[in-house]
């Protein structure tokens, strides 16, 4: 039961650069989310989607691009990376419809830290 | 627009003693979930309980407790006689809908020391 798996875990970036975040689920869910946590503000959301094929953004996404490539897969791109944007990334999943018990919470990945220097 | 605060950054006791942690939300929607999540020193986020905005009833779950009051927007967890273990960060969120599904935003956290 691998639940939702990040890669990266750690990476180091230099101001400029470009990389791309990978999250994969397989508990066939429809709903994805990329946060950011930072000292002192918790969790912010950077984009989200509902379902494949659509995608829309949070509280932050500045800086920040998304694609949904299929219902597993939700990844996350930095085009230019800044100081600013070092943090740890959680990518998430639920189940989005209906009351049912495991509606709407969130499984998250491990965390992927990226320091942007 | 949506938000939750947490206005306890930090909070530390001894273990045994009881702690709440406090949540207040806002909304505009009429159907929303309120969640509780703790994130434990090893950085993973783990869900604690769900509650849907239709059911105010509180509910225990072993040490645990959730005060749920929508008359003041609040959604609190106590932690009956704490322990170590009980030592982590621990996240209110609230989830609202949107096209297709929900979305959900995290307040700042509360940090609880417990110590021994």
């Known amino acids: 039961n691998a639940g939702v798996t990040q890669t990266p875990k750690f990476q180091v970036l230099k101001t400029g650069q470009s990389m791309t975040l990978q999250c994969a689920q397989d508990m066939n869910h429809n709903s994805m989310y990329w946060y950011r946590q930072d000292p002192g503000m918790g969790l912010r959301l950077i984009y989200y989607s509902a379902s494949e094929g659509t995608t829309d953004k949070g509280e932050v996404p500045n800086g920040y691009n998304v694609s949904r490539l299929n219902k597993r897969e939700f990844s996350l791109r930095l085009e230019s990376a800044a100081p600013s944007q070092t943090s740890v990334y959680f990518c998430a999943s639920s189940e989005a419809k209906g009351g049912g018990l495991g509606a709407n919470v969130l499984t998250f990945g491990a965390g992927s830290r990226l320091t942007v220097l | 627009a949506q938000k939750v605060t947490q206005a306890q950054t930090e909070i530390s006791v001894v273990e045994k003693e009881d702690v709440t942690l406090d949540c207040v939300y806002e909304t505009r929607d009429t159907t929303y979930y309120l969640f509780w999540y703790k994130q434990p020193p090893s950085g993973e986020l783990v869900f604690l309980i769900r509650?849907?905005?239709?059911?105010?009833q509180n509910e225990i779950s072993g040490r645990y407790s959730w005060n749920f009051q929508k008359s003041t927007s609040s959604f609190n967890f106590t932690i009956t006689a704490s322990q170590v273990v009980d030592s982590a960060v621990y996240f209110c969120a609230l989830s609202g809908h949107y096209t297709g599904g929900f979305k959900t935003i995290f307040g700042a956290g509360t940090r609880l020391f417990v110590k021994a």
């Open positions: 509650r849907n905005s239709f059911d105010e």
